[in-house]
T-cell receptor
Framework: DTGVSQNPRHKITKRGQNVTFRCDPISEHNRLYWYRQTLGQGPEFLTYFQNEAQLEKSRLLSDRFSAERPKGSFSTLEIQRTEQGDSAMYLC?????????????FGPGTRLTVL | KQEVTQIPAALSVPEGENLVLNCSFTDSAIYNLQWFRQDPGKGLTSLLLIQSSQREQTSGRLNASLDKSSGRSTLYIAASQPGDSATYLCAVVRNQAGTALIFGKGTTLSVSS
């Protein structure tokens, strides 16, 4: 069990550019979640996958955001035409589908700064 | 709509004190509740998970309790240490389908030596 990993750990970009983040969940976990956290706030849910199916999306996930999980393994989160308001920590979590009582395990996050 | 509140927002204690962090939620229909620790600029570390059918869970110096009917959970930390300094977050899951954790804003704990 190597834990949830995320890359890159930090990303600085200029407004209007596209960025993509990657999340590798714990290997036996079939559920994967993306959250966004801004300073002084708790994480807010963005989207959720069970295997390769994206089952739920928050209204926070605007049209500029897209997430994929091909083959039910790693996931990517892309933000198009970044805005300064997108600056945040993007967190990925995974959990087992059955058993484990839904306990979610988080990665170290990707810190995005939009200039 | 489920809302999670954590009180206090910040807490400073001397080393060795026992302390209690509070979490309240507005909708008692939860599947489970998790307590996390977050160090500055880092991801979240799961501390304890309490299923909706349970009343408490213990791990080392940590004890978490759950009272669904009153919409409350507490995290008790015994014999606090400077290394316990971090932000503690409480989160609830709505149902077994495995959807979103709904978080409070956290309590930032500082333990002085």
């Amino acid at each position: 069990d190597t834990g949830v990993s995320q890359n890159p750990r930090h990303k600085i970009t200029k407004r209007g550019q596209n960025v993509t983040f990657r999340c590798d969940p714990i290997s036996e976990h079939n559920r994967l979640y993306w959250y966004r956290q801004t300073l002084g706030q708790g994480p807010e849910f963005l989207t959720y996958f069970q295997n390769e199916a994206q089952l739920e999306k928050s209204r926070l996930l605007s049209d500029r955001f897209s997430a994929e999980r091909p083959k039910g393994s790693f996931s990517t989160l892309e933000i198009q035409r970044t805005e300064q308001g997108d600056s945040a920590m993007y967190l990925c979590a995974s959990s087992r589908g059955t058993g484990g009582f839904g306990e979610q395990f988080f990665g170290p996050g990707t810190r995005l700064t939009v200039l | 709509k489920q809302e999670v509140t954590q009180i206090p927002a910040a807490l400073s204690v001397p080393e060795g004190e026992n302390l209690v962090l509070n979490c309240s939620f507005t909708d008692s229909a939860i599947y489970n509740l998790q307590w996390f620790r977050q160090d500055p600029g880092k991801g979240l570390t799961s501390l304890l998970l309490i299923q909706s059918s349970q009343r408490e869970q213990t791990s080392g110096r940590l004890n978490a309790s759950l009272d669904k009917s009153s919409g409350r959970s507490t995290l008790y930390i015994a014999a606090s240490q400077p290394g316990d300094s971090a932000t503690y977050l409480c989160a609830v899951v709505r149902n077994q389908a495995g959807t979103a954790l709904i978080f409070g804003k956290g309590t930032t704990l500082s333990v002085s030596s």
